[in-house]
């Protein structure tokens, strides 16, 4: 990327503005007002005409509900088409709305007295008998008849109740107040009497029928609407772009440096292209503007600026004068304003306008990977000196989610709900979000597969491993067992191992991005003093050395000849590796207190951050350990005893005296709710469906907040910053209109 700098007369600014626009190229920056004699510039006339107007063409959008799949081919819009034709839409279609509003506003109200008919249609009493006596009160509720003919016996008067399938009518010869305060202790619950007269049945009769005409009223208005929505959407929405194309056009000055006669604009452009720009703005607008390339930043592979160069501005290379202006032949620009522009190059080099210096960040991910973008967002998108972590976390927050759930069940599950997503929801954030689950779902499916496990039982173990590959086991097991507890060490160290490379990975790229920015010696004393440290540390941590003080598993999970998951020979480094390892880390605190000295406080951290990649096996077996209480509650379980601790067997096909009979040694840890009759069955199937969406739900915020922690603060905290700005340039890709269009 290049920063480029253009300087011109103001007689000229529309023009550029129009070129620029329609080469969609430059990303500018906002002038910050650090020169003596520029200010921001004001916006194009004609700036607030169409902003007002776009403000009308939205308005109009959502009256007629305009969808962007309702455009049609793209179009012209003369001025004077938008003129005439946008009134006359603007005036239809509030015709309609207020119509529509009207019509609904009606209904409401019709619909809310034959509410308050019903319940007299079902007592079916004349109106003209509920109200207008002298000497009688009516009270007209829904309740219970008997209980209001015992609340008016207390009363000292002539009473009457009369009542239709809920509704109670209360008639007494006392005053108002006697009445309700009777009533008041009946199950009743009073309803307004409308002052109304004759059969209320003939008067819902005639409700219902002004709310069928309503109603057809209504559905030829919303046709109305509708029809009038497909005659003017491609012209709405192609008026929409003109217009949001010419406010953002008469808004760009905001962002240039100007005086009263000329102006000064940078942005940042693909450096293959700055002979394309400047050969586009001399077609323009001949030599009245002057273009100069200010700095390079050249990207790598990744799509970030590996290294920035100031392009030489002093006055040896442009044969300036000393006084810090090039003698050069003034441009029209400068023959229009002696405070042109070019003053603020001094002999030092070039001094810029200020704003966003750094060049703006392109991603270019792959269509798979690119959804996890949103993650990487979610600290901040990468700058232009870093490097974008979305293809690690693709990689990696998936294992780790999959690897804390892994069972087949569940991971089906996680998978439709992140199809659903995406086939359901048309915000990007939404459909990104479901690939994310749809992924993580499968990496669940696929460990649920290795450990044998469908929603906590090892029916894929029995039936698959064992039924038809011939294993005893499946590949890999979660370890809940006693016999089976060697499993859940080699997880604990398995998942240290992980933070270690996933922690030499983060360092490493910081390393590589302090050689591009700063050089090989800062990248060995703010870096290579972390890797020194961590990985010396965890080489003496696995050593001989010391032995007595550190735990087996260190030396027996991995070695033969123990109850080890994989068998690889390993019994520890020996001694002398240890105390090379003891070396590393005091070459790495040496390098610390070289350089970034305060950094040592931290040192602790080559520990502690890997030691915190031991939760993901802590929650592995917490929600394995769920997954297993559930089950038990609903199908018991029964325990043997083996040579290598007691084995647990769920009693999915048989109950608890049949495992006595058949299996010696056995004894039961839980009957089952399913073996302990049809009541208890019948509420173990609810603890049972209860039990597995909790298992569910807390297995997504517990593994996908436990692995996302690792990645954000673990991972990230080594070497990214996300403080990156996105590739914006000015301009519009046009969709509803034709390409001469301004």
């Not at 619909?111 to 308050?116: D, N, Q, T, V």
């Not at 990468?382 to 293809?391: A, I, M, R, V």
């Not at 690897?403 to 048309?426: C, E, K, P, Q, W």
């Not at 050395?545 to 033969?560: I, N, V, Y």
Request: glycine share 10%; aromatic share 10%; hydrophobic share 45%.
């Amino acid at each position: 990327m290049s920063k480029v700098s253009v300087t011109g007369s103001k007689a000229v600014m529309d023009d550029v503005i129009e070129t620029v626009h329609d080469l969609h190229l430059v990303h500018f920056n906002d002038y910050d007002g650090r020169w003596e004699g520029f200010d921001n510039g004001n916006p194009m006339e004609g700036g607030d005409e169409a902003s007002e107007k776009l403000v009308t063409v939205r308005s109009l959008k959502s009256i007629l509900g305009v969808e962007p799949e309702d455009a049609g081919p793209s179009r012209i819009v003369t001025d004077e088409t938008l003129e005439t034709e946008l009134e006359e839409v603007r005036t239809e279609a509030n015709e309609l709305d207020d119509e529509r509003t009207e019509t609904e506003s009606e209904l409401r109200e019709v619909e809310e007295e034959i509410g308050a008919m019903d319940p007299f249609a079902t007592l079916g009493i004349d109106l003209d008998l509920l109200w207008g006596y002298d000497s009688l009160s009516v009270a007209v509720g829904e309740g219970d008849a008997d209980s209001v003919e015992r609340a008016l016996a207390d009363l000292d008067a002539a009473t009457q109740v009369f009542a239709e399938d809920g509704v109670v009518a209360a008639f007494a010869r006392t005053d108002e107040d006697a009445l309700q305060s009777a009533v008041v202790e009946a199950d009743f619950t009073a309803i307004d009497v409308p002052h109304e007269e004759g059969d209320p049945q003939d008067v819902l009769a005639e409700l219902e029928h002004r709310e069928q005409k309503l109603e057809s009223k209504l559905d030829t208005v919303e046709d109305q609407l509708e029809d009038l929505r497909y005659d003017v959407a491609g012209f709405l929405l192609a008026a929409e772009e003109k217009l949001s194309i010419r406010a953002r056009k008469a808004e760009a000055p905001l962002s240039f440096a100007t005086t009263e006669n000329a102006f000064v604009a940078e942005g940042w452009i693909p450096s293959e292209r700055t002979d394309e720009f400047e050969r586009a703005l001399a077609d323009a607008v001949d030599d009245h503007v002057d273009v100069e390339e200010l700095e390079v930043a050249e990207y790598d592979r990744h799509g970030h600026a590996a290294t920035t160069e100031a392009v030489d501005h002093t006055p040896e290379a442009t044969g300036a004068g000393t006084g810090g202006v090039e003698e050069e032949e003034p441009s029209a620009a400068a023959e229009e304003d002696e405070a042109e522009p070019q003053t603020a190059r001094t002999d030092g080099g070039t001094v810029t306008m200020g704003g966003d210096d750094d060049p703006p960040v392109i991603q270019d991910n792959s269509a798979i990977s690119q959804p996890f973008e949103l993650l990487t967002k979610a600290v901040g998108r990468p700058n232009y000196s870093e490097f974008d972590p979305t293809l690690i976390l693709f990689l990696t927050f998936p294992l780790m989610f999959g690897f804390i759930i892994g069972d087949v069940g569940y991971g089906l599950i996680y998978t439709g709900v992140g199809y659903y997503m995406i086939r359901n929801f048309d915000s990007d954030a939404f459909k990104n979000f479901g690939v994310i689950t749809a992924v993580c779902g499968i990496s669940t499916a696929i460990f649920g597969f290795l450990y044998g496990e469908i929603f906590g039982l090892h029916l894929v173990a029995s039936q698959f491993w064992e039924g038809v590959v011939g294993l005893n086991h499946a590949p890999i097991e979660k370890g809940l067992s006693p016999a089976t507890s060697y499993w859940a060490n080699t997880w604990f160290l398995v998942t240290a191992l992980f933070g270690l490379l996933h922690l030499n990975t983060a360092y490493v790229l910081e390393f590589v991005e302090n050689v591009s920015l700063h050089g090989v010696k800062e990248a060995i004393l703010e870096t290579g003093s972390w890797l020194l440290a961590l990985n010396g540390l965890w080489i003496f941590i696995f050593s001989r050395l010391f032995s007595g003080a550190k735990p087996d598993l260190l030396f027996e999970t991995f070695d033969e000849g123990h109850m080890a998951a994989f068998e690889l020979g390993f019994a520890g480094f020996p001694v002398e590796i240890g105390w090379v390892g003891l070396g590393m880390v005091g070459l790495g605190m040496a390098l610390l207190a070289i350089g970034p000295v305060h950094e040592l406080i931290e040192i602790h951290v080559v520990l502690a951050h890997t030691l915190s990649y031991l939760r993901i096996a802590a929650v592995l077996l917490a929600k394995a350990g769920m997954a297993f209480a559930v089950n038990l509650l609903f199908w018991g379980a029964y325990e043997v005893p083996t040579e290598y601790g007691a084995e647990w067997h769920f009693m999915l096909t048989y109950g608890p005296q049949y495992a006595l009979d058949h299996y010696e040694g056995a004894s039961i840890l839980f009957p089952g709710m399913v073996h302990m009759g049809p009541a208890m069955a019948v509420f173990g199937v609810f603890v049972l469906i209860v039990g597995n969406l909790v298992v569910l739900i807390l297995g997504v915020t517990s593994s996908g907040i436990q692995s996302i922690r690792l990645e954000f603060f673990e991972f990230f905290e080594k070497f990214y910053e996300g403080n990156g700005t996105a590739y914006q340039p000015f301009g519009t890709e046009r969709t509803y209109t034709a390409d001469d269009q301004s």
